[in-house]
C-alpha cells in the first residue's frame, strides 16, 4: 500500500494538469498579445500557469508526507456521475426543469437520512433554481419544457 499522502498527491496533480491544459488551450486557440494590449488568451495562459503551479506546491510535499487511505463513498459517487449522464441525456428533449428533477432525484439515492418527500420538494427547489438562473436570468437558449410534436 502507498504510504504516500494521497489525497494531497491526486488533488494537487490534478490542479496542476487542469492549469497545463488550460494555459496549452488558451495559448493555442487564442491571442496572447502584449502586456500594454492583452489578448483574449493572455490572463486563461497566466491563470493556467498559476494554477498549474499551484498544483504542484499542494503535491510535491506530499510525496514525503505520509497519508490516510483514500476512502470514499463509492456508491454516492456513481450516483452523482450517473445524475450528471442522465441530465445530459434528458436536456434537448425533456427540458430543463424534468432534466434537473430526474438528475436531483438520482443523485439524492443514496441519501438514507431523507424521506421521498423530502427528496421530491428537494429536487422541484433544484429544478425551479436551475429555471429561474439558466432560463429566467441568464435567457439561456435551452429547452425549459418537453417538445411535443
Keep these: ?3 504516500r499522502d494521497i489525497r494531497s498527491l491526486l488533488g ?6 487542469l492549469g497545463l491544459f488550460t494555459a496549452w488551450y488558451a495559448y493555442g486557440h487564442y ?5 500594454s494590449r492583452m489578448g483574449p488568451g493572455f490572463l486563461p495562459v497566466i491563470l493556467g500557469g498559476v494554477l498549474a503551479l499551484l498544483g504542484l506546491i499542494v503535491a510535491l510535499p506530499a510525496w514525503w508526507r505520509r497519508g490516510e487511505p483514500l476512502r470514499g ?3 454516492s459517487a456513481g450516483f452523482v456521475v450517473a445524475s450528471i ?8 428533449e425533456l427540458g430543463l426543469v424534468i432534466a434537473a428533477i430526474a438528475a436531483a432525484l ?4 443514496p441519501d438514507q437520512s431523507l424521506g421521498r418527500g423530502t427528496k421530491l420538494k428537494v429536487a422541484l427547489a433544484i429544478a425551479a433554481i436551475t429555471y429561474l438562473i439558466f432560463i429566467q436570468g441568464l435567457s439561456m ?3 425549459a419544457w418537453p417538445r411535443f410534436g
Design 141 to 143: 437558449n435551452l429547452p
Design 85 to 92: 449522464v442522465v441530465f445530459a441525456l434528458l436536456l434537448k
Design 1 to 3: 500500500m502507498i504510504d
Design 31 to 35: 491571442s496572447l498579445g502584449t502586456f
Design 106 to 109: 438520482i443523485a439524492l439515492v
Design 73 to 75: 463513498d463509492w456508491a
Design 12 to 17: 494537487g496533480g490534478l490542479l496542476a494538469l
